[in-house]
């Protein structure tokens, strides 16, 4: 059987911050609830009762307990990253171009044709992310400078 999850032993001012933080009700929902899911586990409720006391699945309160034991106070508030997405240079395009009518092959690749997912993927360990190669490649695709079969 799996041992049970809980929380590092918290010390008197980590137990504070997490009432203080509870108790005052401003700032994010997100915040208030994951210190209540730590705070609870720190006072030796189970991962089920937490879950149901606070209206969420048994999974991502230990995702919870688990971030704060690595993480600490910071795992606590949210972290969005929103806004608009990152534009590509000059440069970037032509790169992107040039990769997109490439035939697989000149890269070592085993396929004979591209296709969206596998330029992204393909791209995504050169340190690009999937979501931006996938972004690059389809806008290239959309403004028709590139075919899939190159």
Not at 9 to 19: A, S, V
Not at 46 to 75: E, L, Q
Not at 119 to 139: D, E, N, V
Request: with cysteine; aromatic share 10%; net charge positive.
């Amino acid at each position: 059987m799996a041992e049970r999850v809980r929380v590092r032993e918290i010390d008197d001012d980590e137990g504070r911050r997490l009432l203080r933080i509870i108790r005052r009700g401003t700032g994010p929902v997100v915040t208030w609830r994951r210190a209540q899911m730590v705070l609870l586990s720190a006072q030796g409720m189970y991962v089920a009762k937490i879950a149901a006391g606070t209206f969420t699945s048994a999974d991502r309160v230990r995702d919870v307990i688990h971030n704060f034991n690595a993480d600490g106070f910071d795992s606590l508030y949210p972290k969005y990253k929103g806004g608009r997405p990152k534009t590509f240079t000059l440069p970037e395009r032509r790169e992107i171009k040039k990769i997109a009518k490439s035939k697989p092959a000149e890269h070592g690749l085993p396929f004979s044709t591209w296709s969206l997912a596998k330029l992204a993927t393909s791209w995504s360990p050169r340190g690009w992310s999937t979501t931006s190669a996938m972004r690059a490649f389809g806008s290239c695709f959309a403004r028709r400078a590139c075919r899939f079969n190159a």
